[in-house]
């Protein structure tokens, strides 16, 4: 089974412009996480979808966006794009959204380099 | 809010020996514990996984025990090689299944 796919996998822009990152989940997973990796702040949490609904979000400020398409593939948006914005941003999917036993399975994320 | 404590690096060993990576948290209920394993350049794997207390999560040679009376998840390995060298992170996720992550701890491992 192909595991989580992200692309672009590199990706330089300038301040002010706005970035989309894109997700496809593991073949069957119905749950898309997103987390921001930096040396500063580590792993934190952005977002969760399940069915096309967001169910949970980190604390990050409304330039922060995502959704989910009925194929479960998602995407994140980043507008007004800061220099404390670079990061590595990784997704997660898992095979179903409640419980406490739920596996997320990480893709290899997308770097993000902003000048 | 539920925490996660990791022991912090860098971890310097030589090949064969011993790895005890520490991991406590603080976490209301009764959450799922995870480590994870990053390696240069890549996303992060799942190394192994606790569900409830007293489980024994293991995987290539790695373990660790869900230890709710010290709420901990101590990560060890018997003989560690080169290619262990990479950074673990402790997590734990409770009822809304986002992850809670610890620092990480970058182990090096020198033949």
């Known amino acids: 089974k192909a595991g989580v796919t992200q692309t672009p996998r590199y990706l330089i822009k300038t301040r002010g412009q706005q970035v989309t990152l894109s997700c496809s989940p593991i073949s069957g997973h119905r749950s898309v996480s997103w987390y921001q990796q930096t040396p500063g702040q580590g792993l934190q949490f952005l977002f969760e979808?399940?069915?096309?609904?967001?169910?949970n979000k980190g604390n990050f400020p409304g330039r922060f966006s995502g959704r989910q398409f009925s194929n479960s593939r998602s995407e994140m948006n980043v507008s007004t794009l800061e220099l404390g914005d670079s990061a590595l941003y990784l997704c997660a999917s898992s095979p179903i959204r409640g419980g406490t036993s739920d596996t997320q399975y990480f893709g290899p994320g997308t770097r993000l380099t902003v000048l | 809010g539920n925490s996660v404590t990791q022991m912090e690096g860098p971890v310097t060993l030589s090949e064969e020996a011993f790895l005890t990576i520490n991991c406590t948290y603080t976490a209301t209920g009764y959450p799922s514990l995870f480590w994870y394993v990053q390696y240069p350049g890549e996303g992060l794997q799942l190394l192994l996984k606790?569900?409830?207390?007293?489980d024994k999560g293991s995987n290539k040679g790695f373990e660790a025990t869900y230890r709710k009376e010290t709420t901990s998840f101590h990560l060890e390995k018997g003989s560690v090689q080169v290619s262990d060298s990479a950074v673990y992170f402790c997590a734990l996720s409770g009822a809304t299944n986002k992850l809670i992550f610890g620092t990480g701890t970058l182990l090096a491992v020198q033949p």
């Open positions: 606790a569900t409830k207390a007293d």
């Open positions: 979808y399940f069915s096309e609904t967001q169910r």
